[in-house]
């Protein structure tokens, strides 16, 4: 984790609010997929407290580490971070928590597949793990929802990956018409073998049915939860959400201890 000051290289406003943020910062990190950072910009009093965003796409070119941000414009530190120009100072800390991890297929005797199912602003956080699954050729099928043709993210990425894209709205108007997660259902009772990993990210509603629908064809989900945070690190407490593990339950920072957490085991 490093807290370093970042320079934005390219900032784009585009559909129904959102924001694209590349920053350079001025070493070289070692990020997965899934993992996020806090970002604000430098100086800037209020708001006070750096907002978490999920890393979109990461490159490093020489000693300096680019990283590309997407995020819905809602309210006082994502409208101070679109007001960002090119060359302006951002306060980074990075990255944070755990990343998916593909060790459950990778471990298998059979070769499993994989199925990513994301919606809305928990688009950016799958975009790294889908590309480091079909680097290792794992086959991966991808499920991408949202209200309306103006709030689908990355379709652009996404669509050069191998890798099967299905696109839903909820208005129909790109895509399937409806919700992802009734896609997925569908898509699940045509397998002739669910030997599939479930991973996904998205509204907690579309999380908790995409984990209940795994579960009933006996897969596994991992599911990147978000959560209000104010330090990002571990200290505040802030962010905690109530996990249930055989018999016992507990509640883990989102932060450290996640933000991916095993599906069957989040309490919704
Ligand atoms: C690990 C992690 C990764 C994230 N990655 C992304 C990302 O890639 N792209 C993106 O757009 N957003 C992402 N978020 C959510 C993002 O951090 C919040 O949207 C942001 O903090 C809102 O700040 P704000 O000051 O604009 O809104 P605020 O003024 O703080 O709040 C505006 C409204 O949004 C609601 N809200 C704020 N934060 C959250 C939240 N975390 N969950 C639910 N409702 C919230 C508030 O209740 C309020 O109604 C992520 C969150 C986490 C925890
Ligand atoms: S945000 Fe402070 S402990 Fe998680």
Redesign the pocket.
Known sequence: MKEIIAIVQEINLFGNG?CRLKLSVPTILDINAGQ?AMLKPARLFE?LLR??????QVKVINNTTFVD?????????????AELRPGDQVEFLGP??KSFSIAPIQKQDQVLRALIVAG??????VLILAQELCLKRVETYIFLGARSKDDLIGIDDFSLLPAKLTITTDDGSVGEKGFVTESLEKFLEMQEQNNFVVYTCGP?IMMKRTSEIATSFGLKTYA??????AC?FGVCVG?VVEIQQSNDFSYQR??VE??IFEGSEVVW
Not at 69 to 81: D, K
Not at 120 to 125: E, H, L, R, Y
Not at 224 to 229: G, P, T
């Open positions: 959102y996020f708001p907002r978490a965003m999920a890393f979109y941000f997407i995020f819905h414009i809602l309210g006082r530190g994502t409208q101070a971070l944070l928590g809305g602003v928990g688009t950016p956080a907690e990147s939860l978000e959560a209000r945070m990002g962010c989102v932060c996640g933000p």
